[in-house]
Each structure stands twice: as C-alpha cells, then as structure tokens.
C-alpha cells in the first residue's frame, strides 16, 4: 500500500507539470521512482535500470496521445520525423545497450549532469537563440540525432527536453517543435523498452518485467490521464514563466543531489 501511494501521488505531479509547463514527465520520473523505490527498501544493483525502463514504458503511452491530438491540429512536422527517426532510435538502440551494462551509480551521475543541463536551459534559455535557419542535414543530422536518442535513454526521458531546444534554436517555431518533439518521445521510447524488457535486473522491486516495473507504469498512466488537463488549465489561467523558472530550480536541485549521491557525499 506504501508503494502504490507514492507512486499515484508521483504519477499524479508529473502529469499536472506536464500540462502546466509542457516538460515531459520522465525529467520528474526517474529520480522519483528511484528515491521512492530506495525508501521502500527495494535498493538493488540495477535500480536505476529500472526507473529508466519504467518512466520510458509511460513515455509511449503519452507520446502517442500527443503526437495524435497534435496531428490533428497539422503541428507535427512529420519531414523531421522522418529524416531523424531513425538515427534517434539507432542512439536510442546503443544507449540501452550502455545502460544495461552500467552499475546503478554510474547512471546516477549521468542523470545528475545532463539534468542540470536541462535545468539551466530551463532557468535561462531565450526563445530568441539561434544556431541556424534550418535543421542540420547529413552528417550532423545523424551524429545530433544518434546522440539526441543515446542520451534520452541514458537519462530515461522522451524528446521534449532535448529535441524542442535543438528545434526552436533551428528556427522550427515553438508549437510545431513542441509537436514534432512527441514524436521523438515515440521513436525512442519503444525499441528502448523493448531493449529494457529483455533485461533480469538483480533484486528489483515486486512485479518487475525485464526492467519495468507494471505498478509503477500502470499507476502513473493513469494519473496522469487524470491530472493533465488540470495542469492545462492552470497554464491556461496563469503566467506560466515564474513557475517555469521554480520548475528549474526543482529540476536543478534534484539533479545535483543525484549527482551527489553519485559521487557519494
């Protein structure tokens, strides 16, 4: 019963910050699932695995609605999608080859510097920055791509964290980027956990399959179902820029304690 309340109340934030902010939840998930799963007692050698595979598992479901609802509006740019798809999902392919292969702590302080790269992007980034007028072609694009799905999965989140910045500062503006982002969540979310689900992690928590834990995604799916629209709403009623700046700091300081205990202070 402990588990099941932290991880609807887990499920239950992640989705009002998503609506209210447009982060994905997986930024919020991994460290969640990992300190809930640690103050159960469920602490084991590959927990990290665990949380990484379990918050990509609730990515495909939410990605998918997304793209959908999206679609309809004609916001996805499905050219994108379809140029870097496929060096997203081939990163995302090596980066759960890597993961498998980590030890927990070493996963921890991966989270801990790419999370406070997120962070301070959060806190400081303009919309008005710029790299190029167009999304990079050839070579760049394979290499910007592969390591776009490499690192997602290495810090257990879809496209919106890394993909809208890379967008937005090619010019894409930023509905289309947040759109076509969701579709990246898409391509490195399914063959990661299908990687994920072919793991045996030692010692995981209770009804774990491969590295993702049912309760956990069943629970947080249906939260966030429940809890989305409000933070919608609550974007809709409000400033959303002061909360993103807060939203930050949390991220920033979430990032840095992982770190921290990553290098063990």
């Not at 509006?73 to 997203?88: F, N, S, T």
């Not at 709403?233 to 921290?260: Q, T």
Request: with cysteine; aromatic share 10%.
């Amino acid at each position: 019963m402990q588990m099941v309340g932290l991880l609807a109340v887990i499920g239950a934030v992640a989705g009002v910050i998503a609506g209210l902010l447009g982060v994905g939840g997986g930024i919020v998930l991994v460290p969640a699932f990992y300190y809930a799963f640690s103050a159960l007692g469920y602490d084991g050698p590959n927990l990290m695995q665990v949380c990484l595979a379990t918050s990509l598992a609730t990515i495909i479901v939410t990605s998918v609605k997304s793209v959908r609802a999206h679609s309809k509006r004609g916001a996805v740019e499905w050219d994108i999608l379809r140029g870097w798809g496929p060096w997203i999902a081939l990163g995302a392919v090596a980066g759960v080859v890597a993961a498998s292969g980590m030890r927990s702590v070493y996963l921890q302080a991966i989270f801990g510097v790419l999370g406070l790269i997120v962070g301070l992007y959060l806190a400081f980034g303009r919309p008005e920055w710029r790299l190029g007028e167009a999304m990079p072609r050839g070579v760049k694009r394979w290499l910007t791509g592969g390591i776009m799905g490499f690192l997602s999965v290495l810090m257990g989140i879809g496209g919106g964290s890394f993909g809208v910045p890379l967008m937005t500062l090619f010019s894409v503006p930023i509905h289309r980027a947040v759109a076509t982002a969701a579709g990246f969540g898409v391509i490195i979310a399914v063959p990661s956990v299908a990687g994920f689900l072919l793991m045996s992690p030692d010692a995981p928590p209770p009804y774990t399959l491969g590295a993702v834990n049912i309760p956990a995604f069943a629970l947080v799916i249906a939260m966030t179902m429940i809890t989305t629209p409000y933070g919608v709403k609550l974007a809709h009623a409000m400033d959303p820029k002061p909360l993103r700046r807060v939203f930050a700091a949390f991220i920033i300081l979430m990032a840095a304690n992982m770190l921290r205990k990553a290098l063990g202070f």
